[in-house]
């Protein structure tokens, strides 16, 4: 079975990076599937789960909060600010970040502060979600 080169990359750390069948993560327009051979693409991505088919079967999952993909016949590439493994989500954590991200877009006093805490409780939510299909799948 023919097989990509898939790296996921945030800004401290090397979070993936092995051989895949099969790729999938939130982009901008919706969700993008890449299998081996696609055609070459550039995307903003969404927060959300980037769900890797390895080589031998498995499943790796990583929690992206937005970023940018490039897409090679032969590679992927996703590079993200913040990207945590999918084993390493905390949902309690998660979800105290999001009621205080809850609690700031209520007393947001500027637009500004408003579309900070606005942009923070989706990025939290779709951590949150992303925990919640990972977990799911095990």
Not at 14 to 32: C, D, K, R
Not at 41 to 60: A, W
Not at 95 to 115: P, S
Request: hydrophobic share 40%; aromatic share 4%; glycine share 8%.
């Amino acid at each position: 079975m023919s097989t990509i080169k898939v790296d996921v990359v945030s800004a401290e750390e090397s979070i993936f990076s092995g051989e895949a069948t099969f790729v999938s993560l939130p982009g901008e327009l919706g969700e993008l599937g890449i299998y081996p051979r696609h055609t070459p693409l550039i995307s903003r991505i969404k927060p959300g789960s980037v769900r890797i088919q390895t080589g031998d079967g498995k499943e790796e999952f990583v929690f992206v909060a937005g970023g940018i993909l490039e897409v090679q016949p032969h590679h992927v590439t996703v590079l993200s600010d913040t990207a945590i493994r999918g084993k390493d989500l905390d949902e309690q954590k998660a979800t105290e970040a999001r009621k205080e991200a809850e609690e700031a877009l209520r007393n947001a006093k500027t637009q500004i502060d408003q579309a900070r805490a606005q942009s923070e409780l989706a990025v939290l939510a779709a951590q949150v979600a992303a925990l919640r299909r990972y977990r799911d799948k095990r």
